[in-house]
């Protein structure tokens, strides 16, 4: 925490922005894309404050049999698992603040 202290928005190197990102901005403790194709978030944008949902991090097994069962586990409610934004879903669950269309985010896929 000590080391970047304040609140950050994390954006892909793929995001392509077009316009203000102010709305993506407001600081708070956490805040995920809410669009992810089969699954609840897309890590490709987030805000975090250091420390926050520090659980990803901590519950991380690594490779083996503690993450292919949790793996097995997220596959039976949702359609894929891929990386870190399906580990984050498993540990946090839904329910997660969010960002969608309203705050300017878009997919090139069609919106669910």
């Known amino acids: 925490m000590e080391a970047i202290g304040a609140p950050f928005l994390y954006v ?6 077009l316009d203000s990102i102010a709305d993506l901005c407001e600081p708070e403790p956490f ?4 669009y992810a194709h089969g699954e609840p978030y897309n890590t490709s944008a987030f805000m975090l404050t250091p420390g926050a949902r520090a659980e990803v991090w901590e519950r991380f097994p690594g490779p083996g049999p503690a993450l292919d069962e ?6 039976r409610r949702w359609q894929r698992w891929c990386d870190d934004q399906s580990w984050m879903a498993h540990v946090l669950g839904e329910g997660q603040p969010t960002w969608g269309p309203e705050a300017g985010l878009r997919n090139f896929r ?3």
């Open 70 to 75: 949790a793996r097995a586990v997220y596959l």
């Open 31 to 34: 805040r995920v894309w809410g």
């Open 12 to 17: 892909d190197l793929d995001v392509v922005l």
């Open 110 to 112: 069609p919106q669910e």
